[in-house]
């Protein structure tokens, strides 16, 4: 109601201000004939935070045709942070922590350190942010994770598509790299109906050859390089394509800690310094990946013979009813049956099953396997990162953010804090805090969402075509 009125005023104001402006033109109005019925003053006279209140209802479209009404509210409007900040939180496609995360620390490609004082965040211009965030392109976001390929529009909540990475489904490792990931974007452009010339892309490189030997080294910049010689063969305008636990961390709202990724086929522990992997201090992995969890809970399945027709049913019963014991041996001692009833394939009824699959996470021996325990392994990759003094924050390795699918069992992070406080003496456990997957198996895809969405973006994250060339022909010379 009040936002209508306000309209209508400011119709009047418009039509008071060209009434004025034509008779002071002319010069037909003589000295004593009263002023229009809707002079400026009226409005002017409104208090600010009336004002401020009002044009929230009415949105940012008609706060922009405000302020060219009287230098006073464009002042007021433009200076006002927090009402372009209630525009962005309205019209934005991602959370608003997320979103001053993001315009915060990772606007520069480079990302600051944390945590930060309060001032610094103060510092954002939201209106510039919300005026540069209004004019850009949509962009393609894929999550090219070691198992499943998540991707689809910057602007929406989350992925709209899902198919095997180019790892499993696109050739066989005898297929030449260049050739399936060709296959690969070519199919997810299909399916999205969209030029690959109409947008940029935001794509995750899947966490794979681990080591800082040269060996590693190279492999890992082959494939970064036939990513982009893929996209660009393709005509897509720019490219950014960042490690995906570096986009996990992202979507956890932090630049430094260690992302424990639970990938297809092993977990990694990976150390990461203001949005850097640090490979030279070490980047643990352990044997087990969300494959042998499955395979884990099909044997145990078979031993009480319960039969399916495939491993997906396997899959969903390790979604829906798994989970991690805090103490593993307390729970031997419980009732902890539940029942799903699968479509086509019947009910099940899991006992002892549901957390006896999770504990080979710590326990591997369990499931036949030689390896560390994924606690271990964490304990392992802090201790390093401690006695390697990178920064004088001693506390950047203390947040733990887990990533992939079957990081996403109950009690895994309650289970991993408590194991590393254990394990570890109390001068480096102090202040440890694990986080579940901030998005569940998509977290890795809504760090990409992050950074497609930024008021910077393409700029300093994305290489075009024509860098890319120069670059390479650069390389060549010397």
Known sequence: MMATLFRKLCVCETTSSNSNSNSNNHNHQSSSEPPPSCSGSLLESLPSEIVIQIVRLLGPKQAAQLSVLSRKWRSLISSDNQLWAHFLEAHSPQPWDSLLFSETFLTDAYPLPLPTSVAQMQSVSFKKVYGQRARLPCSVIIDGGSGYCKYGWSTLSSPSWRSATFLQEFGNVETP?????RHFFWTIYSRMQTKPSSQPVVVSIPICH?????????????????????????NVPAVCALNQAVLALYAAEQTSGIVVNIGF??????????????????????????LKLTGFLREQLQLNNMNFDSMYTVRMLKEKLCYVAIDYEAELSKDT???FEAAGEGLFI??????????????????GVRAMGLHQAVALCMDHCHSAELTEDTNWFKTVVLCG????LPGLPERLEKELHGLLDPDMSDGIRVLPPPYGADSAWFGAKMIGNLSTFPGPWCITKKQFRQKHKTNRIW
């Open 177 to 181: 790299i260049y050739t399936r990931l």
């Open 210 to 234: 681990y080591d800082d030997t040269e060996s590693a080294k190279a492999s890992r910049r082959q494939l970064k390089e036939a990513i982009y010689t893929a996209l660009f063969d393709m």
């Open 265 to 290: 086929q092993v977990t990694s522990v990976v150390p990461i310094l203001n949005g850097k992997v640090m490979r030279k201090v070490g980047v643990e992995v352990v044997g087990l990946g969300a």
């Open 337 to 339: 049956q539940a029942s």
């Open 350 to 367: 899991l006992k002892k099953e549901r957390f006896q699959t999770g504990e080979i996470l710590f326990q591997p021996r369990l499931a």
């Open 405 to 408: 699918g079957s990081a996403c």
